[in-house]
């Protein structure tokens, strides 16, 4: 994160579209990876692959729920010290229901907290005020946990995205995409070409997902439709 203040209405200048470069799967540097497969299946996580190749081998791919990004953990696998992974993000919708859930499935979960000024640090913990965010802004209330090994992650809530930053594949995000597709897409119609409503609802939430802006995704779909 820059020094700059964070503005919800910022701007964003419409750039070149260039190759997609998807984050897929985060490495985690475990000790054991038998206990580190069991504590997170514990948290619903689901698993996805276990390989093993001799003694000396063995991957294992989870994903959390809801997350299109996974995590693979083994021996053999990364020269990376045990528990050496620190601050990685899991946004969740309520900060506290998260929490809450997390500790029913048997995690040490910190009480929910926010950093002074919104100065995130997560190479230690100075910084950290008690309670969620007092203005409850999305992005700025967290908890956080640590695995078996002590790597470490920040539960970060996200009600309401910042433009341009894309959304997430839940239910609620969704419905704001399509109530967003229909108003542009109601805009559109009158003046477009025949065509059918799935073609331009699809360019503008594929768009929107990727980060661009309505008015950029709005173009996507009339450029869709060839209009």
């Known amino acids: 994160m820059s020094t700059q203040t964070i503005k919800e209405d ?13 984050i897929e799967v985060v490495p985690i540097p475990v000790a054991d990876v038998d206990r ?7 948290l619903g996580w689901r698993v996805d692959a276990d390989f093993t190749n001799g003694k ?8 959390p729920p809801g997350s299109p990004t996974s995590v693979m953990f ?19 919708d309520d900060v506290e229901a998260a929490r809450a859930d997390l500790i029913a499935r048997g995690a ?35 908890a956080s946990f640590t695995d078996p090994d002590g790597n470490s992650w ?18 609620a995000s969704m419905t704001t995409l399509l109530k967003e597709a229909e108003k542009s897409h109601g805009s559109f119609e009158p003046t477009a070409p ?9 360019a503008y939430i ?22």
């Open 10 to 22: 910022a701007t964003i200048t419409p750039t070149a579209a260039t190759v997609d470069l998807k």
């Open 36 to 42: 580190a497969k069991r504590f997170y299946e514990g």
């Open 56 to 63: 000396d081998w063995h991957v294992v791919q989870m994903t």
């Open 74 to 92: 083994g021996k053999g696998f990364t020269t990376s010290a045990p528990g050496s992974l620190q601050g990685t993000f899991l946004v969740v």
């Open 108 to 142: 040490e979960v910190s009480e929910v907290f926010h950093f002074e000024n919104n100065l995130l640090r997560v190479v230690d913990k100075s910084g950290r005020a008690p309670g969620p965010d007092p203005k409850r802004a999305s992005y700025f209330s967290f």
């Open 154 to 171: 920040l539960l970060q809530e996200i009600k309401t995205r910042f433009p341009g930053r894309g959304f997430s594949s839940d239910v």
């Open 194 to 202: 025949k065509h059918h409503w799935s073609d331009f609802y699809a």
């Open 206 to 227: 594929v768009a929107r997902e990727q980060g661009r802006t309505a008015e950029q995704a709005a173009a996507a779909g009339a450029q869709r439709i060839g209009a």
